[in-house]
C-alpha cells in the first residue's frame, strides 16, 4: 500500500513539473507569436493530459493500474489547480475544474491500466 502512494506521489511530481515545463515554454510561445487566447484554454488542457501521460508511464508499476492511474490524474490535476491558481492570486473552483478532475481520473487510469501491463527493459 505505501508503495502504491509512493508510485502516486512519484508519477504526480513527474506531472507536475513536466505541465509546468510546457507552460513556460507555451507562455514564451505566446508573447513570440500572439497565439490567440480561446487557444490557450485548448493548448493548456492537452499539455496538461500528455503530462499526465507522461508521468504515469515513468512511474506507475505493479498492479491496480487503473486505481493508482486515477489517483494519479486526480492528484496532478488538483496539484496544478494549485500552483497555477497561487501564481494567478485566484482560486476559482467551478465546473470547469470538476470537469477537469474527471479528465484527469479518466486519462490518469487510462495511463494506469497501460504502465502495469507494459514490461519495462
Known sequence: ???DILEVCKAG?????FSLVYALVFAGITTLFG??????????????IV???????LFLRGE???????AHGMSVVIQTWM???????????????L????????????????AVNVKKT
Open 83 to 97: 500552483l497555477f491558481s497561487t501564481i494567478a492570486c485566484s482560486f476559482e473552483i467551478g465546473w470547469t475544474l
Open 51 to 57: 503530462a499526465i501521460v507522461l508521468g504515469g508511464m
Open 64 to 70: 491496480r493500474g487503473l486505481l493508482k492511474g486515477a
Open 13 to 17: 511530481c513527474a506531472s507536475v513539473i
Open 1 to 3: 500500500m505505501l508503495k
Open 99 to 114: 470537469l477537469e478532475i474527471v479528465i484527469g481520473a479518466f486519462a490518469g487510469g487510462i495511463t494506469g491500466v497501460i
Open 35 to 48: 497565439v490567440p487566447s480561446s487557444a490557450v484554454v485548448i493548448v493548456n488542457q492537452v499539455f496538461k
